[in-house]
């Protein structure tokens, strides 16, 4: 947890509602998600028991497994859950939307991607073990199943593998989107309880967010957002339905009253948290888009495409588990994407910009000076490097030759010259010193600390001539935030072939070859 936000949660303690963290949106909301709220049967490994789920609000569809230890409604369950969210997907095929590439070549994307909302991670993790569970089944022979659930199982599989990559949503988990621009007064597991964190953010009138937030651990009125449900409905209520539903002695009418209440039980226990995930999407609605939304959301509607190709070209269900090269490439590169992540979100939030000023990552202040006309003759031609320099009461943690951005000039680039008056070094705080037996001096020299001035030398973004385009250099009295943080393009880690892979590893996999075994693997 960051100061800010340590800050913003105490604040909400104090103010009694939640306290926004950001000042932009920075997932995607889709004009038409899917919403998909499970409920998995409690004791079974991920033994789906229902789910609400759709597109339109007013219009959700419910699905009851009456038997959850049944195998064949288990797998009709899936069939179902495959002919609602196969139908969403089919509707964002690409039509023929075709864009240049780099290098000339061209690659499809579509207009639009599909996004799946579930309450919280729970959800997401509920997605990976069913689409795990589904995607190796054979529509033929032993095991048979409906076709369409393998093809269920490789989405869910892809959109839950795809929610690992930084700022992707094409699977959005409603607490973690909140949680990522609004500080609650609650802790973080707190804030897994979707209907306490609407609590907190949108109190109803007359409440405050942590009198909502009580109000909304009542099981009763707030049922658990899934896929666990209430141990007491459970034992109560849902127990001795599935039993009568499952008895073999029964009439077929007294089955059908059993089945019926079945699923007005489950649907009592989903319709609250279908409402709750709608709340928090016209919450989010609300706020306007950062800069660098649209761009994440093209990388994902590119997924999106490229994961369709591969099932129209016929290509295999993902392997149970990567091989050696392939976890590690995977690695490399969500370790890129969240670097990227984090800087985008910097660079278009000058609130969370602000965590990084704190660390002396960032810094901000007014320009004092600016020579604008300024050439650097060192080389075989002259160019125009202008110099500004840039007062700061904040941190500064940069070192000479370190290359900066400032969120308003994202393509110029700015080279630390010389940094003067930098706060105390606190690593001399040696116990035994003199400024470690007087605290109260060290803490109000950090206080006092005079303003520090940074000298940058500026490159790009000015134009071509040797005299700087109007606009282009910043003057004198303009504010400006300047950060190590940086969008740019990364180099790929370097890995060996799949054939190559050395044998501390392994050696070479075997390639994958589908088999029998496949469709016996076991449901969790």
């Not at 799946?116 to 190796?136: D, E, K, M, W, Y």
């Not at 992707?168 to 609004?182: D, E, P, Y």
């Not at 459970?234 to 127990?239: C, G, R, T, W, Y």
């Not at 001539?465 to 370097?494: F, I, K, N």
Request: charged share 20%; with cysteine.
């Amino acid at each position: 947890m960051s100061t800010l936000t340590a800050l913003a949660r105490a604040r909400a303690v104090d103010r009694g509602v939640a306290q926004p963290v950001c000042t932009v949106r920075h997932v995607h909301i889709s004009d038409r998600p899917l919403v998909l709220i499970p409920l998995a049967l409690a004791g079974e490994a991920n033994a789906p028991l229902a789910a609400m789920v759709g597109a339109e609000r007013q219009s959700p569809r419910l699905l009851v497994v009456n038997q959850p230890r049944n195998r064949d409604q288990r797998f009709a369950f899936a069939a179902q859950l495959a002919e609602i969210v196969l139908a969403y997907l089919d509707g964002y095929r690409p039509a023929a939307a075709v864009t240049s590439a780099p290098g000339g070549s061209a690659a499809e994307r579509g207009a639009d991607a599909p996004q799946i909302i579930v309450p919280n991670p729970a959800g997401i993790g509920f997605v990976r073990l069913f689409g795990r569970s589904t995607r190796f089944r054979r529509s033929s022979g032993e095991y048979a199943v409906d076709p369409a659930v393998p093809v269920l199982g490789r989405w869910l599989t892809f959109v839950a593998e795809r929610s690992e990559y930084p700022g992707s949503c094409l699977l959005l988990a409603a607490t973690q989107a909140l949680a990522l621009h609004w500080a609650s007064g609650q802790s973080p597991v707190e804030d897994l309880n979707l209907a306490a964190l609407l609590g907190w953010i949108d109190p109803p009138p007359g409440m405050t967010g942590q009198e909502a937030a009580v109000a909304a651990e009542d099981p009763v009125i707030w049922p658990p957002a899934g896929p666990a449900t209430d141990p007491t409905f459970d034992n109560e209520v849902l127990a001795p339905l599935i039993a009568a539903c499952g008895r073999s002695d029964a009439d077929p009418g007294a089955r059908r009253r059993a089945e019926f209440s079945l699923q007005t039980a489950l649907s009592g226990q989903l319709a609250p948290t279908w409402r709750l995930v709608w709340q928090a999407v016209d919450l989010l609605c609300v706020l306007p888009p950062g800069g660098r939304v649209a761009a994440r959301w093209d990388a994902d509607k590119e997924a999106f495409v490229s994961y369709l190709e591969h099932l129209r070209d016929g290509g295999p269900p993902q392997p149970r588990r990567d091989s050696a090269v392939a976890a590690a490439r995977r690695l490399n590169w969500l370790e890129r994407a969240q670097a990227s992540y984090a800087a985008q979100r910097a660079l278009d939030d000058p609130l969370v910009l602000a965590d990084y000023r704190l660390t002396g990552e960032a810094f901000g202040g007014p320009v004092t000076a600016a020579e604008p006309d300024r050439l650097d003759a060192t080389g075989k031609r002259r160019k125009l490097r202008p110099l500004i320099t840039v007062v700061t009461d904040d941190p500064v943690q940069v070192e000479p030759g370190a290359a900066l951005v400032s969120p308003t000039r994202p393509g110029q680039t700015a080279r630390v010259v010389s940094v003067s008056a930098q706060p105390p070094d606190l690593a001399t705080l040696a116990p035994g010193s003199a400024a470690w037996s007087r605290p109260d001096a060290v803490l109000g020299a950090e206080v006092n600390r005079p303003p520090a001035e940074v000298v940058l030398e500026l490159s790009g973004g000015m134009g071509r001539a040797l005299t700087a385009a109007p606009g282009s250099v910043p003057e004198v009295g303009e504010r400006l935030c300047y950060t190590t943080l940086t969008d740019s393009y990364q180099m790929h880690g370097t890995f060996p072939a799949r054939e190559d892979t050395p044998w501390t590893h392994g050696g070479p996999p075997p390639e994958y070859v589908p088999a029998d075994a496949d469709a016996a693997e076991e449901w969790s």
